[in-house]
């Protein structure tokens, strides 16, 4: 049986979180830098974010390799900062999960065991499972962590599910939300209709994870028929690795269009046209030009640049920024200051107490 989702953080979940997915800060000879990990925790909680994800792509799923063996201490260290900001009861705490099925429910397991509420189940690098397999998979990891599913794009090691996979997924207990992350609409419909036809319909929240769609993803209404009735679904909220930088204007941004929704206030035109600004920082930032071969690399580039890493360093050598990445994001910064929160980020430096 799985250890049962807290209340208040279901209510959270569903109402709709925004979730910043956290980097890894390394030392030059790659050991963790714990003093900036710590700070960059305590950077998103200051923020204003509704929880936090690590363990996940953007802590580079390199952190399980054995010459590492990263996973249990920066889950430990962000446990113990969320414990320390007094941030509630309520603020959602999410690990990461990979690896074939033994793997995945250690890692549960762990997660559970440091207080974490969610699992987010990654099913990368699993090419040689069938669906059912994955399926069977994810149950034995719902037996043990609240699961948080994840359509994985195939640019980063992801892969294309059959829509009988996503319903297959809807129905399993302890299934709270599917983060949505395939970078394709075709692909991101299968998740909707799937939940709108899944009997746990009102139980699953939808989360984009659409890094290249955020702001359409978080507007759009869904109206899927089912079983003759019409399902109405949204994406509540999102858990992204863009939401890792410039994060006090992404919480600033995320909650006037959840209020704007909720009265009816928003400009389409101005809506239309802050999509396109964000999707083009989001090019820069996840190196599209490259087929996203510097899309953490992107993340730490802007947080060095703003004195929350020492550097871009990564477990994977071939994790860097690409030619041209830096010179892009130059670009969408200075044509898109709006959305940059250099100045806060300067007086969180200076006032953090640690």
């Known amino acids: 049986m799985a250890e049962t989702i807290k209340k208040e953080v279901l209510t959270r979940l569903k109402e709709g979180g925004f979730i910043p997915a956290h980097p890894l800060a390394l030392n030059e000879d790659l050991t963790i830098d714990e003093a900036s990990q710590r700070r960059l925790t305590r950077y998103y909680i200051s923020c204003g974010v509704d929880g936090i994800a690590i363990g996940v792509h953007t802590t580079q799923f390199e952190i399980r390799d054995p010459e590492y063996s990263y996973f249990e201490r920066v889950l430990a260290i962000a446990a113990d900062e969320i414990a320390r900001s007094g941030a509630g009861s309520s603020f959602i705490k999410v690990a990461g999960i990979c690896g074939p099925v033994q793997q995945a429910v250690k890692e549960a397991e762990i997660a559970v065991s440091l207080g974490y509420d969610l699992g987010l189940l990654s099913m990368g690098g699993l090419d040689n499972l069938s669906e059912d397999e994955l399926i069977a998979r994810a149950k034995a990891v719902a037996r043990v962590i609240p699961v948080f599913g994840f359509y994985l794009q195939p640019s980063v090691e992801g892969r294309v599910f059959s829509y009988s996979f996503w319903e297959e997924f809807c129905k399993i207990d302890h299934i709270y939300a599917i983060k949505a992350a395939p970078f394709n609409r075709y692909y991101t419909l299968d998740v909707i209709r799937a939940v709108c036809n899944s009997p746990r319909n009102n139980e699953i929240a939808l989360y984009t994870g ?19 009735r019409l399902v109405e679904k949204r994406f509540a909220g999102g858990l992204l690795g863009h939401f890792a930088v410039w994060t006090k204007k992404s919480v600033e941004l995320f909650h006037f269009i959840k209020e704007g929704l909720r009265e009816n206030s928003l400009n389409h035109e101005e809506i239309l046209k802050i999509a396109g600004e964000i999707t083009d920082m989001n090019g820069a930032l996840f190196d599209v030009a490259n ?5 953490i690399s992107g993340i730490h580039e802007i947080l060095r640049r703003q004195g929350l890493m020492k550097g871009t360093w990564c477990l994977n050598p071939r994790e860097q920024l690409s030619k ?30 640690g």
């Open 210 to 228: 659409n890094d290249d769609n955020i702001v359409l993803d978080l507007i759009t209404p869904y109206s899927i028929k089912a079983d003759n």
């Open 291 to 295: 087929n996203f071969k510097g899309s």
């Open 324 to 353: 041209g990445q830096s010179e892009e994001l130059d670009r969408v910064t200075s044509q898109y200051a709006r959305w940059t929160d250099d100045e806060y980020v300067k007086l969180f430096i200076v006032n953090d107490k």
